[in-house]
């Protein structure tokens, strides 16, 4: 008898703790924060591409292994799974999407020939190689099969070249000597060849400044960059379309990158660089450093510094972040490919276009625990959706923007990409409180009061600004999900393998712009016009 009373007191102890629970996180979520973006409709303080949005395939075997994780897959470009409906469909889904191929062992990869007699063998694991892998090969006939894949898919793709090919490395890591493009002239004449469309070649991975296993001297870059530009003018000459020249693939240096740039400033058009600004793949801290707006704000200081390195260099080449996974090594299961990752990544993508940033390349499209799509069944993680809505709803033109609130929400805006208007992307790293937004835009600079446009949420209607919504959350509110919810609706690929439609929901104007707690809203209002996004401007200016 004794025992069952135990049982019954320790059960209602149970029932009465998680009543308590309950109430308090309904107190918690009940917590509601006004705040007030302004915004300035003037003019743009940046402009991105059209295709901003980019992401990366790899190299890397199912034999790369992280902290005891072998996370890739067949996700290598040498046996990526080219029939899959679903990945067909994720691309295409974007029209274009930017595809930037290369990564560590591109600077070990070797390009088949048409008159090579030696078997074009894959990367083997050796850990007394540098990056722990033997050299691999890529072959015509895979070359061939990719070409096919992205034509079919309309991506737009840039192509990292072997950079240490020709070169010798000292004990230190030190890469001495000129490239040997030999391989590579060949590899690119056959490529023209065959018609197929390639949107930038790019020389190196991460082997600026320090380097990774290797390093090259900004002299010696900034040279073989120049026979770069000079071979593929000589290849492309009298063709439609000249690619672009992208070097150098690697994380900022403040002084390695000046040297660089002004050195190959004539055969250089886009500066790529890399971040991976959340932590390692083995950080036990990932999560708070992902929704803390201090630990993303470190970034900025990158970005403006590369932005004023490449306009003080008198060049006309543009900055890209040519690979950017927040959490390096693989990433890390269960962050990366969870709905908790957006909110890094999503605001990245806002932070660097203020920046003047052109494109913006995830690591990875699939590969790794920070691929947008699954490595194994190809479908969404929570990161695409962001992306894909991104990349219909922000267009080219950045506005100055200045929220007056929480440090915990984070705003961002641009003209709308497909229509008259603006369009905002709003993240609320708060877990428990709901933040309403009202808008304050400015319309004309004048030397005395600014004109301004308030809307407010006063119930006055007249204005009739009305709102497109598009509210993400994680499905029932687990920031480590894999499943993502738009306005309240799982979003699922269908059995064809098609992707969900990103359906908006209209919203009264009179309304406030309610962000809830932990979560991101891209916001579309075509009725506000602002001279920044007036046509003339989108096209000229």
């Known amino acids: 008898m004794a025992s069952l009373f135990r049982c019954f007191l320790g059960l209602y102890i149970f ?63 040498l046996n990526l799974d080219l029939r899959n409906k679903v990945f067909l469909n994720a691309i295409r889904a974007f029209s274009p999407l930017k595809i930037r191929l290369g990564g560590t062992l591109q600077d070990k990869v070797i390009y088949q020939t048409k008159h ?72 690119i004449r056959y490529t023209v060849s065959r018609g197929y469309t390639i949107h930038g070649w790019e020389l190196g991975n991460e082997l600026n400044g320090n380097g990774i296993g290797a390093a090259i001297s900004a002299d010696q870059y900034s040279s073989d960059v120049i026979a770069l530009h000079k071979l593929v003018h000589d290849i ?38 890399h971040i991976y600004s959340v932590g390692a793949g083995n950080d036990t801290n990932l999560v708070q450093k992902i929704l803390d707006p201090s630990h ?26 040519g690979e950017s996974g927040g959490v390096f090594n693989s990433g890390r299961n269960r962050v990366s490919n969870r709905f908790v990752s957006s909110f890094w990544y999503l605001d990245q993508l806002g932070m ?66 497909s229509s008259e208007g603006i369009a905002l992307l709003l993240i609320n790293m708060h877990e428990g409180t709901t933040v309403n937004i009202s808008l304050s835009i400015t319309l004309a600079n004048t030397n005395e009061s600014p004109a301004l446009l308030q809307v407010t949420n006063d119930q006055n209607s007249r204005h009739g600004f009305e709102r497109e919504e598009y509210h993400l959350t ?3 509110g687990d920031l480590h999900s894999q499943k993502v ?28 712009i309610a962000i809830a707690p932990l979560s991101i809203v891209f916001v579309r ?5 602002v001279p920044a996004c007036s046509m003339f401007t989108r096209e000229y200016m």
Request: charged residues 20%.
């Open 116 to 187: 090579d007699k030696e078997p074009c063998t894959p990367f083997l694991r050796n850990n007394t190689e540098m990056f722990g892998f033997s050299q691999g090969c890529l072959p015509l006939s895979r070359w061939d099969e990719l070409n096919k894949f992205f034509k079919k898919t309309g991506a737009k793709i840039t192509f990292g070249l072997n950079a240490l090919n020709g070169k010798t490395i000292r004990p230190d890591g030190t890469a001495l000597g000129d490239w040997d493009s030999s391989n590579a002239v060949s590899f």
């Open 485 to 512: 919810l738009l306005n309240g609706k799982e979003l699922n690929v269908d059995h064809f393998g098609r992707i969900p439609p990103m359906e908006s929901i209209t919203v009264n104007p009179s309304d406030p």
């Open 236 to 273: 492309y000459k009298g063709k439609d379309a000249m690619p672009l020249i992208l070097a150098p693939g690697g994380i900022f240096d403040a002084v390695w990158f000046p040297k660089f740039i002004n050195k190959a400033a004539n055969s250089l058009q886009v500066v790529t660089h």
């Open 296 to 321: 993303l704000d470190e970034e900025s200081k990158i970005l403006r510094n590369l932005q004023g390195v490449v306009r003080n260099s008198g060049t006309s080449a543009v900055a890209w972040i």
């Open 352 to 417: 660097s276009a203020t920046f003047d940033t052109k494109a913006y390349c995830r690591q990875t499209l699939v590969g790794g625990n920070y691929g947008l799509l699954n490595t194994t069944t190809f479908h969404p993680n929570p990161d695409y959706y962001g992306a894909l809505l991104w990349h219909h709803l922000m267009g080219k033109n950045v506005l100055s923007t200045h929220f007056l609130g929480t440090k915990k929400l984070r705003a961002y805006a641009h003209c709308s990409k």
């Open 525 to 529: 209002i075509p009725t506000i016009q």
């Open 15 to 77: 029932l009465l703790s998680l009543y308590f629970s309950q109430i308090s996180k309904a107190e918690k979520s009940s917590i509601v924060e006004e705040g007030i973006l302004y915004i300035d409709g003037f003019s743009s303080i940046a402009k991105i591409d059209e295709d901003f949005i980019c992401a990366t395939l790899d190299w890397w075997p199912s034999s790369k292994c992280d902290y005891g994780t072998c996370s890739w897959g067949n996700a290598s470009l």
């Open 474 to 476: 994680a499905k029932n």
